[in-house]
């Protein structure tokens, strides 16, 4: 099995920064893409953040400029570095990776989720 383990949410000021940690652990082969995305209350998850294998990254038009997402993969880890925080980025941050496992000499590829980490922005 493959589990991925958030860290780092909390309570922050607008305008102040915060750093999410996602480690992936378990039956892994390889990862490809590895992500970020958020669901506020009332609101359908979105994507935040994401980034390749080869280090490219897309981001959502409401958070360039302001977060950064990184991955070490030889840690199976991924970060989002969050600066200049605003109130309507409060949700919670779910984890997200394309784990490549092989059965059979052959490689699949799983969608596996965290648990979700919660990130509150005051005003």
């Known amino acids: 099995q493959v589990q991925l383990v958030e860290s780092g949410g909390g309570l922050v000021q607008a305008g102040g920064s915060l750093r999410l940690s996602c480690a992936a652990s378990?039956?892994?082969?390889?990862?490809?893409?590895m992500g970020w995305y958020r669901q506020a209350p009332g609101k359908q998850r979105e994507l935040v953040a994401a980034?390749?294998?080869?280090?490219?990254?897309n981001y959502a038009d409401s958070v360039k400029g302001r977060f950064t997402i990184s991955r070490d993969n030889a840690k199976n880890t991924v970060y989002l570095r969050m600066n200049s925080l605003k109130p309507e980025d409060t949700a919670v941050y779910y984890c997200?990776?394309?784990?490549?496992?092989?059965?059979?000499?052959?490689?699949?590829?799983?969608?596996?989720w965290g648990q979700g980490t919660q990130v509150t922005v005051s005003s």
């Open positions: 997200n990776a394309d784990v490549i496992k092989l059965d059979y000499g052959l490689g699949f590829i799983y969608d596996y």
């Open positions: 378990g039956s892994i082969f390889s990862i490809n893409a």
């Open positions: 980034v390749t294998s080869g280090d490219d990254t």
